[in-house]
C-alpha cells in the first residue's frame, strides 16, 4: 500500500450526512464538478449520502401521506355534517307540506266531522309527527304575543290586557323542538 493511502485512511473520520451534503453543495459553489467531488467520496461516504437522501424522501412521502389523511378525515367530517343537514332538510320540507293536511283536520276535528276511523287515523298521524319529529302544533287565544312565534295579522288596543297577547286565533303554528316551520297567525291585543 501507497503512504499516501495508508495516510488517508488513518486520518479517516466519517462524516455526518449532513455535513456531506453541505461540503457537497459548498464544493458545487466554488466551481468544483460535483462529479469529481462525488467520485473522490469513499464508499462508506456515497452509502451515508444515499441514506441521508432516502432518509429525506422518506420523510416527505411520511408528511404526504400524513396531509392526505387529514384532508381525508376531514371530508369524512364535512359529509356526515352535510347528511344531516340534508336530512334535517328533507324532515323539514315533509313537515311543512302536511301542515295543510294538519290543519284541515284540525278544523273537521272542532266541528265534530272527524269521528270513527278517519278520527283514529289522523290522531295516530298526529302522535306519530309529534313522537318521531316532534311537532307540535302552538298558539292559543290569551297566550302572551312573540313576534320569534307569532305572526300578527290584527291589532287593537284594550285597557283590559297589561301585556300583549293573542286575542283570537287565525292559524294554528307549528314547530319542531325550537324550530318554527310556520308561526301562528292571530289578531293581537294590546294595552292601551
Not at 347528511?83 to 290543519?103: A, P
Not at 312573540?146 to 290584527?154: G, I, N, W
Request: proline residues 4%; without cysteine.
Amino acid at each position: 500500500m501507497s503512504e499516501e493511502k495508508k495516510e488517508q485512511e488513518q486520518n479517516f473520520s466519517p462524516q455526518e450526512p449532513e455535513n456531506l451534503a453541505a461540503d457537497l453543495a459548498g464544493a458545487a459553489d466554488k466551481g468544483e464538478p460535483a462529479a469529481e467531488g462525488i467520485a473522490e467520496l469513499s464508499e462508506l461516504d456515497q452509502a451515508l449520502l444515499e441514506v441521508t437522501e432516502l432518509k429525506d424522501k422518506l420523510a416527505r412521502a411520511q408528511a404526504d401521506n400524513y396531509n392526505l389523511q387529514q384532508e381525508y378525515n376531514g371530508y369524512v367530517k364535512r359529509a356526515k355534517q352535510e347528511n344531516l343537514r340534508y336530512q334535517e332538510i328533507g324532515v323539514q320540507k315533509v313537515l311543512e307540506s302536511l301542515l295543510g293536511v294538519l290543519d284541515n283536520a284540525e278544523l273537521a276535528r272542532v266541528h265534530g266531522d272527524l269521528q270513527g276511523s278517519a278520527g283514529a287515523v289522523v290522531e295516530e298521524l298526529e302522535n306519530t309527527l309529534k313522537t318521531n319529529f316532534q311537532l307540535e302544533r302552538y298558539g292559543q287565544a290569551g297566550d302572551e304575543f312573540d313576534p320569534q312565534l307569532h305572526e300578527a295579522l290584527m291589532h287593537q288596543t284594550s285597557a283590559e290586557v297589561e301585556k300583549e297577547e293573542i286575542a283570537q286565533l287565525m292559524q294554528p303554528g307549528y314547530r319542531t323542538g325550537e324550530k318554527v316551520l310556520r308561526p301562528a297567525r292571530v289578531g293581537v291585543v294590546s294595552p292601551e
